[in-house]
């Protein structure tokens, strides 16, 4: 075979595998995680399930590559939403640009939910389901991805630090805290049925930073004013 046959073979394949992940998400966002096997997705795509499986050899497999690929599209995400944070003030002090920063991620997690709602739905199952969803091997191989997400916000409390905005503290406990804490908000959206400020995610989101980062000791005063400055631009 020729390198160019080669060349082009890879990107028909390339092509056929990313259907595949955007069917099976498709699946996944209509039925759910359970109700997701390799021979719907092959039947969706009009494939044996032997051919699917040259692709994907297990469920597993399939879904540790859609995780994969929608934790990569949201650590491009964040990476643009601080890039966009800091082009808006490019004066402000750095103790109070890393406030800022941290302050928005209620409103960056409301956004990617809304925005991206099946993958941002499979991330949170594959982390919150007690049950082990993925093989230890599948697991393994995401969480470098994982990792540099979750590292990038752990930058950001390191950032504090340095700027003075925060006292010292473990950077990775404070950024699972801080995700269970916006999770945990927009887990109730539900309750807008009874009361909309009981399931505006991104008001409980940021109120739940803003006493965390008082409680780690930022000064109260500069944290209110990173709220107000990380609020969603009206």
């Known amino acids: 075979m020729s390198q160019m046959a080669a060349v082009r073979l890879g990107q028909r394949r390339e092509a056929r595998a990313a259907r595949i992940l955007d069917t099976a998400m498709r699946l996944l966002g209509t039925d759910g995680v359970d109700a997701l096997t390799l021979g719907r997705v092959a039947r969706e795509e009009g494939l044996v399930p032997a051919a699917l499986y040259r692709y994907f050899p297990s469920k597993d497999a399939l879904l540790a590559a859609l995780q994969r690929r929608t934790v990569a599209a949201l650590h491009a995400r964040l990476t643009a939403h601080l890039a966009a944070l800091d082009a808006e003030a490019p004066r402000r002090e750095a103790p109070m640009r890393a406030l800022v920063a941290l302050a928005s991620l209620p409103r960056f997690h409301v956004e990617a939910s809304r925005d991206m709602p099946q993958e941002f739905r499979l991330v949170m199952t594959l982390l919150g389901d007690p049950r082990l969803v993925l093989s230890d091997d599948d697991a393994a191989r995401t969480a470098p991805l994982l990792g540099a997400l979750l590292g990038d916000v752990a930058a950001l409390f390191e950032r504090a630090v340095s700027a003075g905005a925060l006292p010292p503290g473990d950077p990775a406990r404070r950024t699972f805290v801080l995700w269970a804490a916006l999770q945990g908000a927009l887990s109730l959206a539900k309750m ?16 739940a930073v803003t006493a965390l980062l008082r409680g780690w000791g930022a000064d109260a005063a500069a944290v209110t004013r990173a709220a107000r400055a990380a609020e969603r631009p009206r």
Do not use: H, Q, T
Request: no cysteine; charged share 40%.
């Open 192 to 207: 807008s049925r009874f009361d909309a400020r009981l399931g505006d995610a991104e008001a409980l989101g940021s109120e």
